[in-house]
């Protein structure tokens, strides 16, 4: 279960501030005292890998990697991908208790089950010892609907793993599209229910835009994916999500837009320093008014203007604690558990963890700035 990538990052993106443009300009954020670990974010029926999470409605859903029972006897389940809630208290702030941030949830498979010809099963597992990692990278993208309703969309790269040594068997490959379907009428610990909309959303060896991360601005996704050298930039409409031929990509040496889909190895397609790893958080703050990006359990941000940038050097702003068997990866922003949703001087952070060779610790970590 465990993944072996060593350079996993967290981008903190502040966007256009209500389609207003902004004057460019540097921001350095500063931290205002010493970041403090305040929760386990932990489910008690289930053990979970790398997780990301959004704010819908009062709640907010968590997905995660893999996932497996506590137990080892013959009730023991592993799923390649599960999701939860956690409720917030009257004040808005996470429902800690008792240092936890409790999920809960009915997971029977896999939240984002992989295909037949992905091997199918709980968790990807071929007849041949390798594997499909169905392995979420960033948080849904809710898009608001009526009454309450709210359709999330998750990209996911297809990856296949040669299982013993996790040396991946198809370099470059093909994106799928998730969308998760939420409606107030469903009870209380229901998930939203999932539908793959596209199995070859982006084709193999095209980068997986919102795989890396994603942020919205007045009716606009942009959408971030990772290049064999760097993070490209892609631009959709939030009622287009759906549709491929709506989407816009940005070349950055010529600061314009066309839907000529670029190759995931063109690294003039990079846009500098908007990220510096495999994983990114991007939203908008207005208590900064501008757009923010670790490594293990090594946090950094860097912010801009807009979207496209011009991006600051990272700079490290925090290290959290390590854990004692593995040091920390998958690091994100949390914006939705955050002050004003990410407006605030405050933002959550988390990481996953091993203190042991069997179980994973999300950790979740809150940041105050000056």
């Known amino acids: 279960m465990l993944r072996t990538l060593l350079c996993l990052s967290v981008v903190l993106a502040f966007a256009l501030a209500g389609g207003r443009p902004i ?35 009062s709640r907010e859903l968590w997905t995660c990697r893999d996932s497996s029972s506590y137990s080892f006897d013959t009730s023991q389940f592993f799923y390649s991908s599960t999701a939860s809630w956690t409720d917030f208290n009257s004040d808005g702030t996470p429902a800690i208790i008792n240092g936890n941030l409790t ?27 390798t594997r499909w990692a169905i392995w979420v990278d960033s948080p849904p993208l809710p898009v608001n609907g009526s009454n309450g309703a709210v359709s999330l969309y998750t990209w996911i790269s297809n990856v296949h793993l040669a299982d013993a040594n996790l040396t991946q068997l198809n370099p470059n490959p093909p994106t799928s599209l998730y969308r998760s379907d939420y409606a107030t009428s469903q ?118 203007p807009s979207p496209e940038g011009p991006w600051a050097t990272p700079k490290t702003f925090y290290t959290a604690p390590a854990g004692l068997y593995f040091a920390g990866y998958s690091q994100q922003a949390h914006p939705g558990l955050s002050e004003d949703e990410g407006n605030g001087k405050n933002i959550y952070l988390s990481y996953t963890k091993m203190d042991s060779s069997s179980y994973y610790t999300t950790s979740l970590v809150l940041v105050q700035w000056e």
Do not use: M
């Open 187 to 304: 009870a209380e610990a229901t998930l939203p229910p999932v539908t793959l909309v596209s199995e070859n959303f982006y084709p193999a060896g095209a980068p997986a835009y919102g795989d890396y991360g994603w942020v919205v601005s007045d009716g606009t996704a942009y959408l971030y994916g990772a290049l064999s050298d760097g993070i490209a930039l892609a631009k959709v409409s939030i009622s287009s999500i759906e549709d491929i031929s709506q989407y816009y990509y940005y070349h950055p040496s010529s600061a314009t837009w066309d839907q000529t889909q670029p190759s995931v190895t063109d690294s003039t397609q990079a846009v500098a320093n908007a990220g510096t790893g495999q994983q990114g958080t991007f939203y908008y703050s207005s208590y900064f008014g501008s757009f923010i990006t670790g490594d293990n359990s090594v946090f950094q941000i860097t912010t801009a």
């Open 23 to 57: 004057r460019p300009r540097i921001i350095q954020p500063i931290v205002s005292g010493t970041p403090q670990v305040v929760a386990t974010v932990e489910d008690p029926t289930l053990n979970r890998d790398s997780c990301t999470s959004t704010r819908v409605g």
């Open 103 to 129: 999920c809960y949830g009915a997971n029977t498979g896999p939240y984002f089950p992989p295909t037949k010809d992905e091997c199918g099963g709980d968790a990807g597992g071929c007849t041949d010892s």
